[in-house]
Nanobody, 122 residues
Framework: VQLQASGGGLVQAGNSLKLTCAGS????????LAWFRQAPGKEREFVAA????????GYADSVKGRFTISRDNALNTVYLQMNDLKPEDTAVYYC????????????????WGQGTLVTVSS
């Protein structure tokens, strides 16, 4: 499985961005998909995850109510809709896939995209 993330950019605080992660080399149908992010000088942290069936979805407390993770299994794609962005959301965002039921732990994921930079100005 190979992942390609896109959609990052520079936005002002309060605006929105939608990230896309396209998968190839295998079907997403049995994978849990997630987004993580890494700010400068900080460790990579969990943002959101969604099971293959969509039966379980989870978010970091810092993004609840503002970010939404969705997926299209037929297109092998996962999305992260980010609304009301804040300067503290500035980071490189990574999509990840794991053949697991559900996890918010970085080490549970086997496949990673290359990352896309999101910069939020105040």
């Amino acid at each position: 499985v190979q992942l390609q993330a896109s959609g990052g950019g520079l936005v002002q605080a309060g605006n929105s961005l939608k990230l896309t992660c396209a998968g190839s080399g295998g079907l997403f149908s049995n994978y849990c998909l997630a987004w993580f992010r890494q700010a400068p000088g900080k460790e990579r942290e969990f943002v959101a995850a969604r099971t293959w069936s969509g039966g379980r979805t989870g978010y970091a407390d810092s993004v609840k109510g503002r970010f939404t993770i969705s997926r299209d299994n037929a297109l092998n794609t996962v999305y992260l809709q980010m609304n009301d962005l804040k300067p503290e959301d500035t980071a490189v965002y990574y999509c990840a896939a794991g053949l697991i039921s559900y996890s918010e732990t970085l080490t549970a994921y086997n496949y990673w995209g290359q990352g896309t930079l999101v910069t939020v100005s105040s």
